[in-house]
C-alpha cells in the first residue's frame, strides 16, 4: 500500500508538470494570435419583443488557431485575464466592434464583453474613446457588458469609471444578472442601462416554478426601476412565451441565432422586419 502511495504521489507530479506544460504552451500561442490575426468576433442578434425587430448583436471573441482549432472563450478568457493579455485584447475587440457595427442599420448597436481587470486602471476610457474614434460610431450605439465582479473588486473608483463612460455616451449593462451575491445591491449603485438576465434562469423558465419566481421578481424589479431587460440563452419556443409573459424587453440565444461571423450580420439585417 505504501509503495502504490508513493506512485500515485509521482503521477500527481508529472500531472501537474504536464498541465503546466499545457498552459504555457497556451499562453505561448495566445500571445501572438492577435498579431497573427487569429482573434475574430462573432456576432449574435438581440431581438426586441416588441416588434421582433434585431437592436443589436453581442460580439463575442473566437480564436481561430491554426494548431488548436476554433478555442472558445471560456478557454481562453481567463487565461488573457491572469496573464494581463486582455488589456491588447480588449482593446482590439473594442475597435473591431465599433469598426464593424459602423457599417450597420443606425438602430442596431453592438454590445462588447469588458473583464474586470480591464477596469483596474483609466485605460478602458483610452480604449473607448479610441474605438468611437477610429470608426465614427455613435456612442449610443456601444454598449459596454459587465458583471458583478467588476463591481466587487473597487466599488468607487469603478462607479467613478462608468460615470465617464456614461459622460462619453456609451451603454452600460449589467451581465449575467443573478448569479451574483450582490447583483440587487449594485441596481442601487449605478444607473445601468440594461439588464441581462442569466441563462441558467431561461433555462428553467418554462419547467422549474423557482426560475420563474426568479425571472418574474428581476422583471418586475427592473421595470420599477426603469431597466430594460435582455434574457440570455432562449432556445425554446416555451421559454420564449414565458419571457414575453413576463414582459422581458429582448431575448438573445440559440432560438434567435447563434453568434455568427460579420458576413452573416449582413444576411441577418437584410431580412430582419420582413418576417
Ligand atoms: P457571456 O457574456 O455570458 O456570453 C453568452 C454566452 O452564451 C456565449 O458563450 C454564447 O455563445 C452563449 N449562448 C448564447 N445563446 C445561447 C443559447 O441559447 N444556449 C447556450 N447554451 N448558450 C448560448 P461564448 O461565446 O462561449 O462566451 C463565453 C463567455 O466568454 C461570455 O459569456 C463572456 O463572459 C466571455 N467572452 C466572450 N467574448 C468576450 C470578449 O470579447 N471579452 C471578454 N472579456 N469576455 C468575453
Ligand atoms: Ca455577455
Ligand atoms: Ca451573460
Ligand atoms: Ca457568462
Redesign the pocket.
Known sequence: AKKEGGNTQRYFDVQMLKDFNARHALENDLRHALENNELK??Y?PLVGLSDGRVNGF?????WDSPTRGLV???DF?PLA?ETGL?RS??AW?LKRACLDAADWREDVGVS????AC?FRDQSILLDVAAALGVSNLRPSRLEL?I?ESVMLYNTEDTIAILEKLRHIGVKIAM??FGTGYSSLAYLTKFAFDKVKID?AFVKGVAENPDCLAIIRAITGLCESLNIPTTA????TEDQLQWLRAERCDSV????LG??KPLEAVEKILACDGKR
Not at 462588447?112 to 473583464?115: A, F, H, Q, T
Not at 440570455?232 to 432556445?235: H, L
Not at 438573445?252 to 432560438?255: A, E, K, P
Open positions: 468576433l462573432y449574435q453581442e460580439a463575442l471573441m473566437r472558445s472563450p471560456a478568457i485575464e486582455i485584447i480588449g475587440a462588447v464583453n469588458i473583464s480591464q457588458e458583471t451581465d449575467d441563462r440570455e440563452g432562449v432556445e438573445q440565444g440559440y432560438l447563434r453568434p
